[in-house]
């Protein structure tokens, strides 16, 4: 069985560009969540989807981030106009059921804004 | 607020050596704490779930417990191949009502030395 996937795995990019990361689900999870962890902090929530829906998007810090899953399948995040506080390390989880915590990470994506 | 911290920051071991990694946490309504382990470069992999006070789960060489205000995960004679960041979570309800958002600790890097 395939695990949750992510590209790119490295982004570089300068303020005010955009950059869109992409997450893969482990096939058959309804569940899918966006994480960041900004160096020498702690993981944090940024939202969840059930299928295509946003369940839960309180921890998105701003509008200039937009997170999309179309079809329930894949999901994006769209970080636009890139600011140097964005840099970090964002992470992708899938679960089968939105009850347990079992949940699946993607090895990330390492964002730096310069 | 929901808070998780995790001691200590950083522990080195030699093989062989038992030791105990501590989290304490701060939530309303505990639904549930989570151990994960990250090695350098790749996503949290789940290790643990535990519910209520008195629970304990093995896997190996490590061991957690829960009390009501902290968890540990003993690990027992470890080896170098369990040389990672051991992180914890726990469980709370989201502000939507449907989304169990996770409080993740810091994290503690765990080195064990041939």
């Known amino acids: 069985e395939a695990g949750v996937t992510q590209f790119p795995s490295h982004s570089v990019i300068e303020k005010g560009q955009t950059v869109t990361l992409r997450c893969d689900p482990i096939?058959?999870?309804?569940?899918l969540y966006w994480y960041r962890r900004v160096m020498g902090k702690e993981i944090k929530f940024l939202l969840h989807?059930?299928?295509?829906?946003?369940?839960?998007e309180s921890g998105m810090p701003n509008n200039r981030f937009l997170a999309e899953r179309t079809g329930g399948t894949y999901s994006t995040l769209k970080v636009q106009p890139a600011e140097l506080e964005d840099s970090g390390v964002y992470f992708c989880?899938?679960?089968?059921?939105?009850?347990?915590?079992?949940?699946?990470f993607g090895p990330g994506t390492r964002l730096t804004v310069t | 607020e929901d808070q998780v911290t995790q001691s200590p920051e950083a522990l080195r071991l030699q093989e062989g050596e038992s030791s105990s990694l501590n989290c304490s946490y701060t939530?309303?309504?505990?639904?549930?704490l989570f151990w994960y382990r990250q090695d350098p470069g790749k996503g949290p992999e789940f290790l643990f779930t535990?519910?209520?006070a008195g629970e304990e789960k093995e896997k190996e060489r490590l061991k957690a417990t829960l009390t009501k205000k902290e968890s540990f995960l003993h690990i027992t004679a470890p080896k170098p191949e369990d040389s990672a960041t051991y992180l914890c979570?726990?469980?709370?309800?989201?502000?939507?009502?449907?989304?169990?958002?996770?409080?993740f600790g810091r994290g503690t890097s765990l080195i064990v030395h041939p």
């Open positions: 096939s058959g999870h309804d569940n």
């Open positions: 989880a899938s679960s089968a059921y939105r009850t347990t915590y079992e949940q699946y």
């Open positions: 979570a726990v469980q709370a309800r989201g502000t939507s009502g449907g989304s169990y958002i996770p409080t």
């Open positions: 939530v309303s309504g505990l639904r549930g």
């Open positions: 989807f059930v299928k295509e829906s946003k369940q839960d």
């Open positions: 535990l519910y209520s």
